[in-house]
Nanobody
Framework: QVQLVESEGGSVMAGGSLRLSCAVS????????LAWFRQVSGDKREGVAA???????RYADSVKGRFTISIDKAKTTLTLQMDNLKPDDTAMYYC?????????????????WGQGTQVTVSS
């Protein structure tokens, strides 16, 4: 059974860092690309970072240079390292798996989703 379970998010001051993890089970990491999305209540879900089976990464322009996506060798833990956080980064963060071989930031290409975890950045 495919499962994606995010770690607890948190609250931080602007300029600080947070690290999110997502436990990946069901063997999907070896067959799918994985990504992190975020959503502010009332807005559409935004692709933040993605990584494919070859390790190729894609980032939203808003987080380039500040966020880093990675996956461990066993492909069981997806991580998002977030540095120099800004208040605009405040959102619910989700990990997701896509049928696409290539890393993609399109929400409609992802079929498995975690339950989400809240990240709050204060100014």
């Amino acid at each position: 059974q495919v499962q994606l379970v995010e770690s607890e998010g948190g609250s931080v001051m602007a300029g600080g860092s947070l690290r999110l993890s997502c436990a990946v089970s069901g063997g999907i990491a070896s067959r799918y690309s994985l990504a992190w999305f975020r959503q502010v209540s009332g807005d559409k879900r935004e692709g933040v970072a993605a990584i494919d089976e070859l390790g190729t990464q894609r980032y939203a322009d808003s987080v380039k240079g500040r966020f880093t996506i990675s996956i461990d060798k066993a492909k069981t833990t997806l991580t998002l390292q977030m540095d120099n956080l800004k208040p605009d980064d405040t959102a619910m963060y989700y990990c997701a798996a896509s049928l696409s071989f290539r890393a993609t930031l399109r929400a409609d290409e992802h079929i498995y989703w975690g339950q989400g975890t809240q990240v709050t950045v204060s100014s």
